[in-house]
Structures are given as structure tokens and as C-alpha cells.
């Protein structure tokens, strides 16, 4: 049996229709013009347009990729530079196979919006606000929140044109007059987004422990005889970075800028300054924070140990299938029933559904990887804020870029003019860059599609499956 078990999963595996993978197509329909919207950090950028400068890295970068075998284009592209540079974080990882679940080349996801998209300026307009927004407490983005500066953050992005036309392609959830408002900006189009808090109480909530006098309020999570403190480093407020050209460029080059790595005690220089500490996350900095250092699946590892710590019950037809739940007595005539003295372990308890949550991070990782260096190699935000910064030099040396970055600058005028304020304030030079949190800004791998928004769904998705999502879990207002 449990050969045809093997025998049966192999045929499905193997008789899995493949989707097919599109990508926008700007990396072949702008080629001409330096790639400008690919990911090419880490290669040699130009110091005056920011585009990836020396013929060939970018093509050998990606015949690397695809045939993956990253080596490929290490040795054929030696590094000149004797400066630390930073890795590419498993540029080939797409292109391995499974044994569990599909292979990562298996699933696709939608092309991302395209050069000249009304899609495209309204994502880059979701990026600066919420730049300018990083220091503002999340109790602000629900409706009543009271926060001017994000009612006129909102009032800019409806009247982007992708707005007006009513989100046709990713929609957004709306309020009821089809419009973004403090309730419902910045939250995505998933079922339910648009209900309570922004934040999680996953995010702040511990256990209780009686005898030692804890309430959930306090936010430890008991990770057995130890405790996982729900507070995060507070980062010093307008901490940002990348503001300045010269920053920008030597971020692009793949330059190690954040030579001290993460140190909790570091009040100012590179990386992320501190105040010395701790708190609830309570703004976007402090969820920055959070992802900058995190074990990646580590929010929904500790959402298990909150379910498990706080006794919710699983999903109902695991009792039967661990041997558990109620059963009759040896007198079936009796009708008696009492509970059965087994439960689930090792199959359908504690240790199964741990694993699982994090197993199926790698899962994920892999299949989003595909997407992201294989399949769509799209640039980071950050790297688009440096088109419309370079706008004029971009367009006059490349004529098939078509106006479109200026283009994009003209529609973004009024938060781009912000972003100017913003980093002549704090940096000295009035640039459109996109201000970051940390010196050494986006991750080495390409934006789309999102690396911790796949494992989120990946490891939201088991829980939800393991755990009865009927349970009433505790509420605290905080």
C-alpha cells in the first residue's frame, strides 16, 4: 500500500499542467535603454543616469539565473572592486525541484504593472506616502484615526488616475463610495482587510500564566519554559536613509554599507539607530523593524504558539483522525459517552501543525523566488524612485523610453515634492529618492513577487487550516 500511496502522488505530480509564465515585457522593450526596469542591483550602475553600465553584465546575470547555475556568471564577470559586497539572496532556488507539493516552477502568479501603466504610478505613489507616513502610530489608519496627514495622503492617491478608473485590474478595498479612506488605505484587496485595527493582535497579545500573575495584555508568549517578548527596538523617529544620490549609487553597486549589521545598542551611523527601548509595534518604522531581522516565518510561528499556548481547539475532524474526541462506551446499548484517551502528537496535534507552519516557508520562498529572478526580475521601488529622479538624463539618452518617467514624475508631482522637502530636511539634497529605513535599503533579490507576503499566506493558510477559525479568541484593547 504504501507503494501505490508513492506510486499515486508521483502521477499526479507528474501530470500537473504547468501554467503559463508572463511576464510585462518591459525588460525586452526596454533592453535598448540599459534595462531601467529589471533588477540589476549589485551590477555596475552609471553615476549619472543609474542605469546598469557595463554591456553584457545584465545578460550574463540572467542567462545565470535561468540556466541556475549562479557561479556562471561570477566567474565570467569578475569584481574588480575591494570593497565587501553584499550576495544575491538565491537568485537560482526557483529552479529546483520537490518532493513535496508542486515544484516552485509550477504556480505563477499575474504580470506586474508595466512602464507607462496608470497602475505602475499609483503603486509608486502607495510607496512615497507611505515614506512619509513611517513615523505615524497605527491607530491612525482606522476610520476616526484623526490624522491629517493621512487624510491628505489618501485625498492624493484618489485622485491618481488609476483610482479614478476604479482599481480595474488589482483592485484595492474601497469604502462604499468606491474610495480609499483611513479605514481601507494601504491594506490591500484581501477578504476581510478592511475590518478592525491595521495591526494584528497576533502582533501584541501574549499568553496568560495565573500563577505568575501575566496577562495576555503584557505581550509574552510562552515558547515552553521560555518567553518570547512581543516588544520590538524603537528605532529613532525620520531615522532615514538613501536620501542622497551618491548613497543611492553606491546602494546599487551592491555595496556592504551597513557595516555594523544590526546592533540594538547603536544610537545613530548606518544600519538603523535606536532610542535603547523597547515597545509594542506601534508605527511602520517599528513593523520596518520587525521584517528587517525577522526569522521570516517568525510572526506566524509565534500566532501558533498563541493558539496552542491559549488552548484553541483544532479543526473538529481532527479528533477523529487522531484516535481522539468522544467515543461510545464498550456498551454501545449504554449510549454513554466519554472522552477516548488518545489525541494528536506527532500526527494532528502540537508538533504536527509547528512543523508544518514552518516547513511550508521554504515552499514558498522557493516558488517566489521563480517568480521573482526567473520569471519577472522586476526592480525595487527604490530604483524607480532613481528613474524619476534621473528622469531628463534618462529620456534624453534613450528616446524609446518614451517620456515615461517624466511622465510619471508629472502625475506624482505633489507627493514628489514632498519627498523633496522631506530629503532636503533630513538629507540636504531635495531628490525624488524613495527614503528608506535602513542604509542598505531593499533586499538583494527583485520586488515581485513579495518574499514575505508568500511565506504570510503559505504559513497563514496551514493555520487556518489546522486551527477551527470559528473559535472566539480573546479581545483587548490596548
Known amino acids: 500500500m504504501a507503494q501505490r500511496v508513492r506510486d499515486d502522488a508521483n502521477d499526479l505530480a507528474a501530470g500537473r499542467i504547468h501554467p503559463q509564465h508572463q511576464a510585462n515585457g518591459d525588460e525586452q522593450r526596454y533592453e535598448s535603454a540599459s534595462y531601467p526596469m529589471s533588477f540589476t542591483k549589485g551590477l555596475d550602475h552609471n553615476t549619472t543616469t543609474g542605469l546598469v553600465e557595463q554591456s553584457g553584465d545584465f545578460e550574463a546575470f540572467r542567462s545565470a539565473i535561468d540556466n541556475g547555475f549562479a557561479e556562471d556568471f561570477t566567474r565570467q564577470v569578475p569584481v574588480p572592486h575591494t570593497e565587501p559586497r553584499r550576495k544575491w539572496e538565491a537568485p537560482t532556488a526557483g529552479t529546483v525541484y520537490e518532493l513535496q507539493g508542486p515544484d516552485p516552477q509550477a504556480v505563477t502568479i499575474p ?22 507616513l513611517r513615523d505615524l502610530p497605527f491607530n491612525a489608519f482606522v476610520a476616526g484615526g484623526g490624522s491629517a496627514a493621512l487624510a491628505d495622503s489618501t485625498a492624493r492617491l484618489n485622485s491618481l488616475a488609476y483610482a479614478q478608473d476604479g482599481f480595474n485590474r ?16 494601504f491594506r490591500g484587496s484581501s477578504p476581510g482587510v478592511d475590518q478592525g485595527p491595521y495591526l494584528s493582535q497576533f502582533m501584541l497579545i501574549g499568553n ?15 515558547f515552553g519554559a521560555q518567553r518570547i517578548d512581543q516588544r520590538v527596538l524603537e528605532a529613532r523617529q525620520q531615522d532615514d536613509y538613501m536620501m542622497k544620490w551618491d548613497d543611492w549609487h553606491r546602494v546599487q553597486q551592491g555595496y556592504e554599507v ?4 544590526f546592533d540594538p545598542c547603536k544610537s545613530s551611523g548606518p544600519g538603523q539607530a535606536f532610542t535603547g527601548q523597547r515597545r509594542f509595534i506601534h508605527t511602520p518604522r517599528d513593523l520596518a523593524t520587525y521584517v528587517h531581522v525577522d526569522a521570516l516565518y517568525q510572526a506566524y510561528l509565534n500566532a501558533c504558539l498563541l493558539l496552542l499556548g491559549n488552548g484553541t481547539a483544532f479543526d473538529p475532524g481532527f479528533d477523529l483522525l487522531s484516535g481522539g474526541g468522544e467515543g461510545l462506551l ?7 459517552k466519554v472522552p477516548l484517551n488518545a489525541g494528536g502528537f506527532a500526527l494532528w496535534g502540537g508538533p504536527h501543525v509547528l512543523s508544518l507552519v514552518t516547513e511550508v516557508a521554504t515552499r514558498g520562498l522557493k516558488a517566489v523566488r521563480y517568480q521573482k529572478f526567473n520569471n519577472h526580475l522586476r526592480p525595487r521601488p527604490e530604483a ?3 528613474r524619476i529622479e534621473k528622469a531628463q538624463e534618462i ?7 518614451c517620456g515615461c518617467f517624466s511622465e510619471m514624475a508629472s502625475d506624482l508631482q505633489q507627493v514628489v515634492d514632498l519627498i523633496r522637502n522631506h530629503n532636503q530636511s533630513l538629507a540636504g539634497e531635495a531628490t525624488a529618492l524613495l527614503p528608506m529605513a535602513f542604509a542598505e535599503g531593499s533586499p538583494m533579490h527583485p520586488a515581485y513577487g513579495a518574499g514575505h507576503a508568500t511565506v504570510a499566506g503559505a504559513c ?3 493555520l487556518k487550516a489546522f486551527f477551527n477559525t470559528s473559535a472566539l479568541f480573546v479581545k483587548i484593547n490596548m
Open 111 to 132: 504580470p506586474a504593472p508595466a512602464l507607462c501603466s496608470d497602475e505602475l504610478t499609483f503603486e509608486m505613489a502607495e510607496v512615497y506616502e507611505l515614506a512619509l
Open 170 to 185: 488589482r483592485p484595492r478595498t474601497t469604502n462604499s463610495s468606491n474610495q480609499l479612506d483611513a479605514q481601507t488605505v
Open 208 to 222: 496568560a500564566s495565573a500563577s505568575e500573575g501575566i496577562t495576555p495584555e503584557q505581550g509574552f508568549i510562552n
Open 258 to 261: 551597513r557595516a555594523d549589521r
Open 330 to 336: 464498550h456498551d454501545p446499548a449504554g449510549g454513554q
Open 384 to 386: 524607480l524612485a532613481a
Open 395 to 401: 529620456e534624453s539618452r534613450f528616446p524609446t523610453i
Open 460 to 462: 497563514v493558510t496551514i
